[in-house]
């Protein structure tokens, strides 16, 4: 299985199977992952979209690391969110990134954490050249950890969106 590590987190690929049992319970994905996977974990939004990511994953097993992390706190032996790209590398090298912690684990740069921990792996994969991501204007959590991580904002969307945008060092 796909895995990264950062100092307080290991963040783990999603597979089809891991998502399929996800959305089927956390007792189902427990058992697969041999974490515990928080209450409060998957959020609506993601339960919603496991079923199409295993079907995407299914139908083309390159796409591992390109979707669907699950957050995971070592010391607690925990899932406790999720982080991931909308997809592989668009033409222009870009990756969208977005992440999600449950509600208990938040206010503590867990996100940041392992946003960074992705950004950093994105960035060592061939094609990518940028990091991308939006977010509501009042999601001020999420707006700290984008700046933290060194996008900067370089519009609003059609629908109200931050757009936010961080090129690759050469």
């Known amino acids: 299985m796909l ?11 999603c597979s089809a199977q891991v998502a399929r049992a996800a959305f089927n319970g956390r007792r189902h994905a427990e058992v697969l992952i041999r974490y515990r996977v928080h209450p409060d974990w998957p959020s609506a939004e993601i339960h919603g979209y496991l079923p199409v990511y295993a079907r995407q994953v299914e139908n083309d097993p ?20 999720d982080v991931g790209f909308k997809g592989r590398p668009n033409a222009r090298g870009a990756v969208d990134i ?31 050249q940028r990091l991308t991501a939006d977010c509501r204007p ?8 984008l700046e933290k991580l060194g996008l900067q904002r370089i519009g609003v969307s059609n ?10 060092e050469a």
Do not use: C
């Open 3 to 13: 895995t990264v590590s950062s100092d307080r987190l290991l963040l783990m690929a």
């Open 62 to 81: 390159a796409l591992i690391g390109w979707g669907v992390w699950m957050i995971i706190h070592v010391a607690d032996q925990v899932v406790i969110g």
């Open 98 to 128: 977005g992440y999600g912690i449950v509600p208990e684990y938040r206010r503590q740069g867990f996100g940041f954490e392992a946003a960074r921990a992705l950004r950093d792996w994105a960035f060592e994969q061939p094609g990518v």
């Open 138 to 145: 009042d999601n001020v959590g999420s707006i700290r950890i």
């Open 159 to 168: 629908g109200g969106l931050l757009l936010w945008e961080l090129a690759k």
